[in-house]
């Protein structure tokens, strides 16, 4: 009987001896027939003609291919479960692989088979690096073209899917609704000017909607130990720890100059007799010592009795209350009203838990109002901006030095991202994931892609930043270096600059020497403790007679948007980027220096209307008119001062008469 090993030598054998034949008869052709080598020749001149299509393309044909793959690969359906999509990636990459080393022919398909792998892989960003080593360049173009499109497509989706309706708002392009087009050579385009508008009719002090931060910081005034670095939450009997630090130097100084006052005193010189008294009260004080150690023994032996006695009591207590426990437990218990659980008062011990501040383990600069704030902190972003890391301490110093929150605002949104990323792919590993929205397949940064922003300049300040922060967080974020480049870096601080809102309290904020630069919506009702970025809420229009105002009802970054007069369904939402009380020529400057934008809104026109009104009004007289008054005027001018000059000399003499006669009195008075 022929065994399996036999079998798998005689298949391999005949499979070599295959290949020989076939490598034995391709050279024979190419050698002896004229028509297979022409063949050969056609078929290379197609390929290198393929590959010079490909790398000659411009970026408009990239992108129109690469539309074009995307409706294709777009329909087939990506798997859901972890294995399956570890299987599908597999496959995805091991076929476009194939693809590519079968020379330029094959960079279409291996490019969409590389595209699906990407959509399943769990850290895009990384894989991209990987591609841009490995693929071809025309390969590696025409997958970031397929990215870059379905950006596109799904950013034109997005405001359909987001804000979703139980936030009664939408955001609409204001320009698209009335009309407006803008000329692009040959082309008429809609140039979007997004607003936020009311779905829904309100009244005057309604809340339209309550949204949680992005990601926020605490102002440099308000880090003193009294607000929490997480949710910038005021924390209940938190003492500043600059006003403790001050006094504790100022005690510190006080004790070290009345040191210094008291003089030593000098030691008198001891006779023979009064060192041998010295000894015998040493003597009678030992024995006394003695004495005093016996009773301490006996007052020891007594205490246990009685801490005995006091268990044996304890433990008969506890039995009775367990049986009034057992009792209680049968009878119906009595729910406690609203009054009387807020009239109960907790005892000193819960009091001093509750209203204690916690503080990181490594670091004494950061406190938290909860274990789960801090904890939360930890997981996003604390792990990476600890002071206790020398790295870290040298990007707060750069960002220090550069007097900007922006920097930590960047570092806290790159951690927090990856974490909430690594939560859901978790969710949706253990089956916990729930069901999820059209908005829910957006990411934060997709969501950051669709606002606006300021068009900023790099500074060589920012590059410095931007390094250490690679540093510090390049281990914990892979692709993190390839993908914040400097110019990503400055779009998210203009990004920040125009849509960061003022985060209020109603706590006094100390006043701090620490100024940061910071462009934040601030209209100045109240204190400003931190600044945040919030998702919906960067969508709305300044406006100086604003129709909604930021509020923060429980003391946190969290935002809600209230109305502060009536809205009608379809109206558009209006905020007030700066202090509508402020002068016009005041607003305008701000607005124009902060944000780029001239206001135009009602209360601004009706100012403008005003001033124009008041120069109207203003008599304009002819410049001929203006000459002959000026001549007037000399005129009488010079009349005026030759009657004064009469009058002083006519003065003068008067006055030296009369002084003539006093002094003859004064003479006869003497005389007499």
Not at 70 to 89: C, D, R, Y
Not at 220 to 241: T, V
Not at 352 to 380: F, I, M, N
Request: aromatic share 6%.
């Amino acid at each position: 009987m022929v065994n399996g090993k036999t079998i798998a030598i005689a298949t391999a054998v005949t499979a070599a001896v295959a290949g020989l034949s076939y490598i034995a008869y391709f050279d024979y052709k190419r050698r002896n027939d004229r028509q297979f080598r022409r063949k050969l020749q056609r078929n290379r001149k197609k390929a290198e003609k393929t590959a010079q299509k490909v790398s000659t393309l411009s970026l408009d044909d990239i992108n129109d291919q690469a539309l074009e793959l995307l409706n294709i690969v777009t329909k087939e359906k990506l798997p859901e479960t972890p294995e399956e999509k570890e299987q599908f990636f597999l496959a995805q990459v091991s076929r476009g692989e194939t693809l590519c080393g079968a020379g330029p022919a094959g960079y279409t398909e291996a490019a969409c088979r590389f595209y699906q792998a990407l959509m399943v892989y769990p850290n895009p960003v990384e894989l991209v690096m990987i591609y841009q080593k490995t693929t071809p360049d025309e390969v590696f173009k025409l997958v970031m073209a397929m990215m870059a499109q379905e950006v596109r497509l799904k950013q034109s989706r997005y405001y359909d899917a987001f804000p979703t309706p139980d936030k009664f708002v939408s955001i609409r392009d204001k320009n698209k609704l009335a009309g407006n087009k803008a000329k692009t050579g040959d082309k008429e385009v809609v140039t979007p000017d997004r607003g936020l508008f009311a779905t829904k009719s309100f009244g005057a002090g309604e809340i339209v909607y309550e949204e949680e931060a992005v990601v926020s910081s605490l102002l440099p005034c308000a880090q003193n130990g009294q607000f929490c670095h997480h949710c910038l939450k005021r924390i209940p009997g938190a003492k500043d720890r600059v006003e403790e630090a001050q006094v504790e130097s100022a005690e510190a100084t006080e004790e070290v100059t009345e040191e210094a006052a008291v003089e030593p005193a000098e030691e008198p010189v001891k006779d023979d007799d009064e060192a041998k008294a010295e000894e015998v009260e040493e003597k009678a004080d030992e024995a006394k010592a003695e004495d005093t150690d016996e009773e301490i023994e006996e007052e020891k032996a007594s205490e246990e009795k009685t801490e005995a006695v006091a268990e044996a009591e304890a433990e008969i207590e506890a039995e009775a209350a367990a049986d009034a426990d057992e009792t209680k437990e049968v009878e119906e218990e009595k729910p406690k009203t609203y009054a009387e659980v807020a009239s109960t008062e907790p005892t000193p011990e819960a009091s001093a838990k509750t209203s204690a501040a916690l503080s990181c383990d490594k670091c004494d600069e950061a406190v938290y109002c909860s274990e789960k704030c801090r904890q939360d902190a930890y997981d996003g972003y604390h792990q990476f901006l600890c002071p206790s890391s020398p790295s870290a301490r040298e990007f707060s110093q750069l960002v220090q030095q550069s007097h900007e929150l922006a920097p930590i605002l960047i570092a806290k949104f790159f951690g927090l991202l990856v974490d909430r990323e690594k939560k859901k792919e978790l969710a949706r590993a253990l089956g916990i994931a729930g069901e999820t929205t059209e908005a829910d397949k957006y990411s934060t940064w997709e969501h950051i892609e669709c606002m606006r922003y300021l068009e900023l300049m790099p500074t060589a300040g920012d590059a410095k930043i931007l390094r250490k922060l690679c540093d510090i967080m390049m281990h914990s974020v892979p692709g993190l270096v390839e993908f914040v480049s400097s110019d990503r870096f400055t779009m998210l601080k203009g990004k920040l600059d125009y849509n960061s809102y003022a985060v209020h309290s109603a706590a006094d904020v100390p006043e701090s020497k620490d100024v940061v630069s910071d462009t934040m919506r601030d209209d100045r009702s109240a204190n400003a403790v931190g600044t945040a970025l919030y998702l919906i809420s960067s969508h709305i229009a300044h406006s100086c007679e604003p129709n909604v105002q930021a509020v923060f009802e429980d003391g946190t970054d969290k935002i809600a948007i209230k109305t502060l007069k009536p809205v009608a369904k379809d109206e558009e939402l209006r905020i007030a980027f700066v202090d509508p009380s402020l002068a016009k020529a005041d607003r305008q400057k701000l607005l124009k220096a902060s944000y780029r934008i001239t206001c135009a809104c009602p209360k601004c026109e009706s100012e403008v209307a005003e001033e124009e009104a008041v120069k109207s009004e203003e008599p304009v007289e002819e410049p001929v008119a203006e000459a002959k008054a000026d001549e007037a005027v000399e005129s009488v001018a010079d009349e005026v001062a030759g009657e004064e000059g009469e009058i002083t000399e006519e003065e003068g003499e008067v006055t030296e008469d009369e002084a003539s006669e006093n002094d003859d009195d004064f003479e006869d008075e003497e005389e007499e």
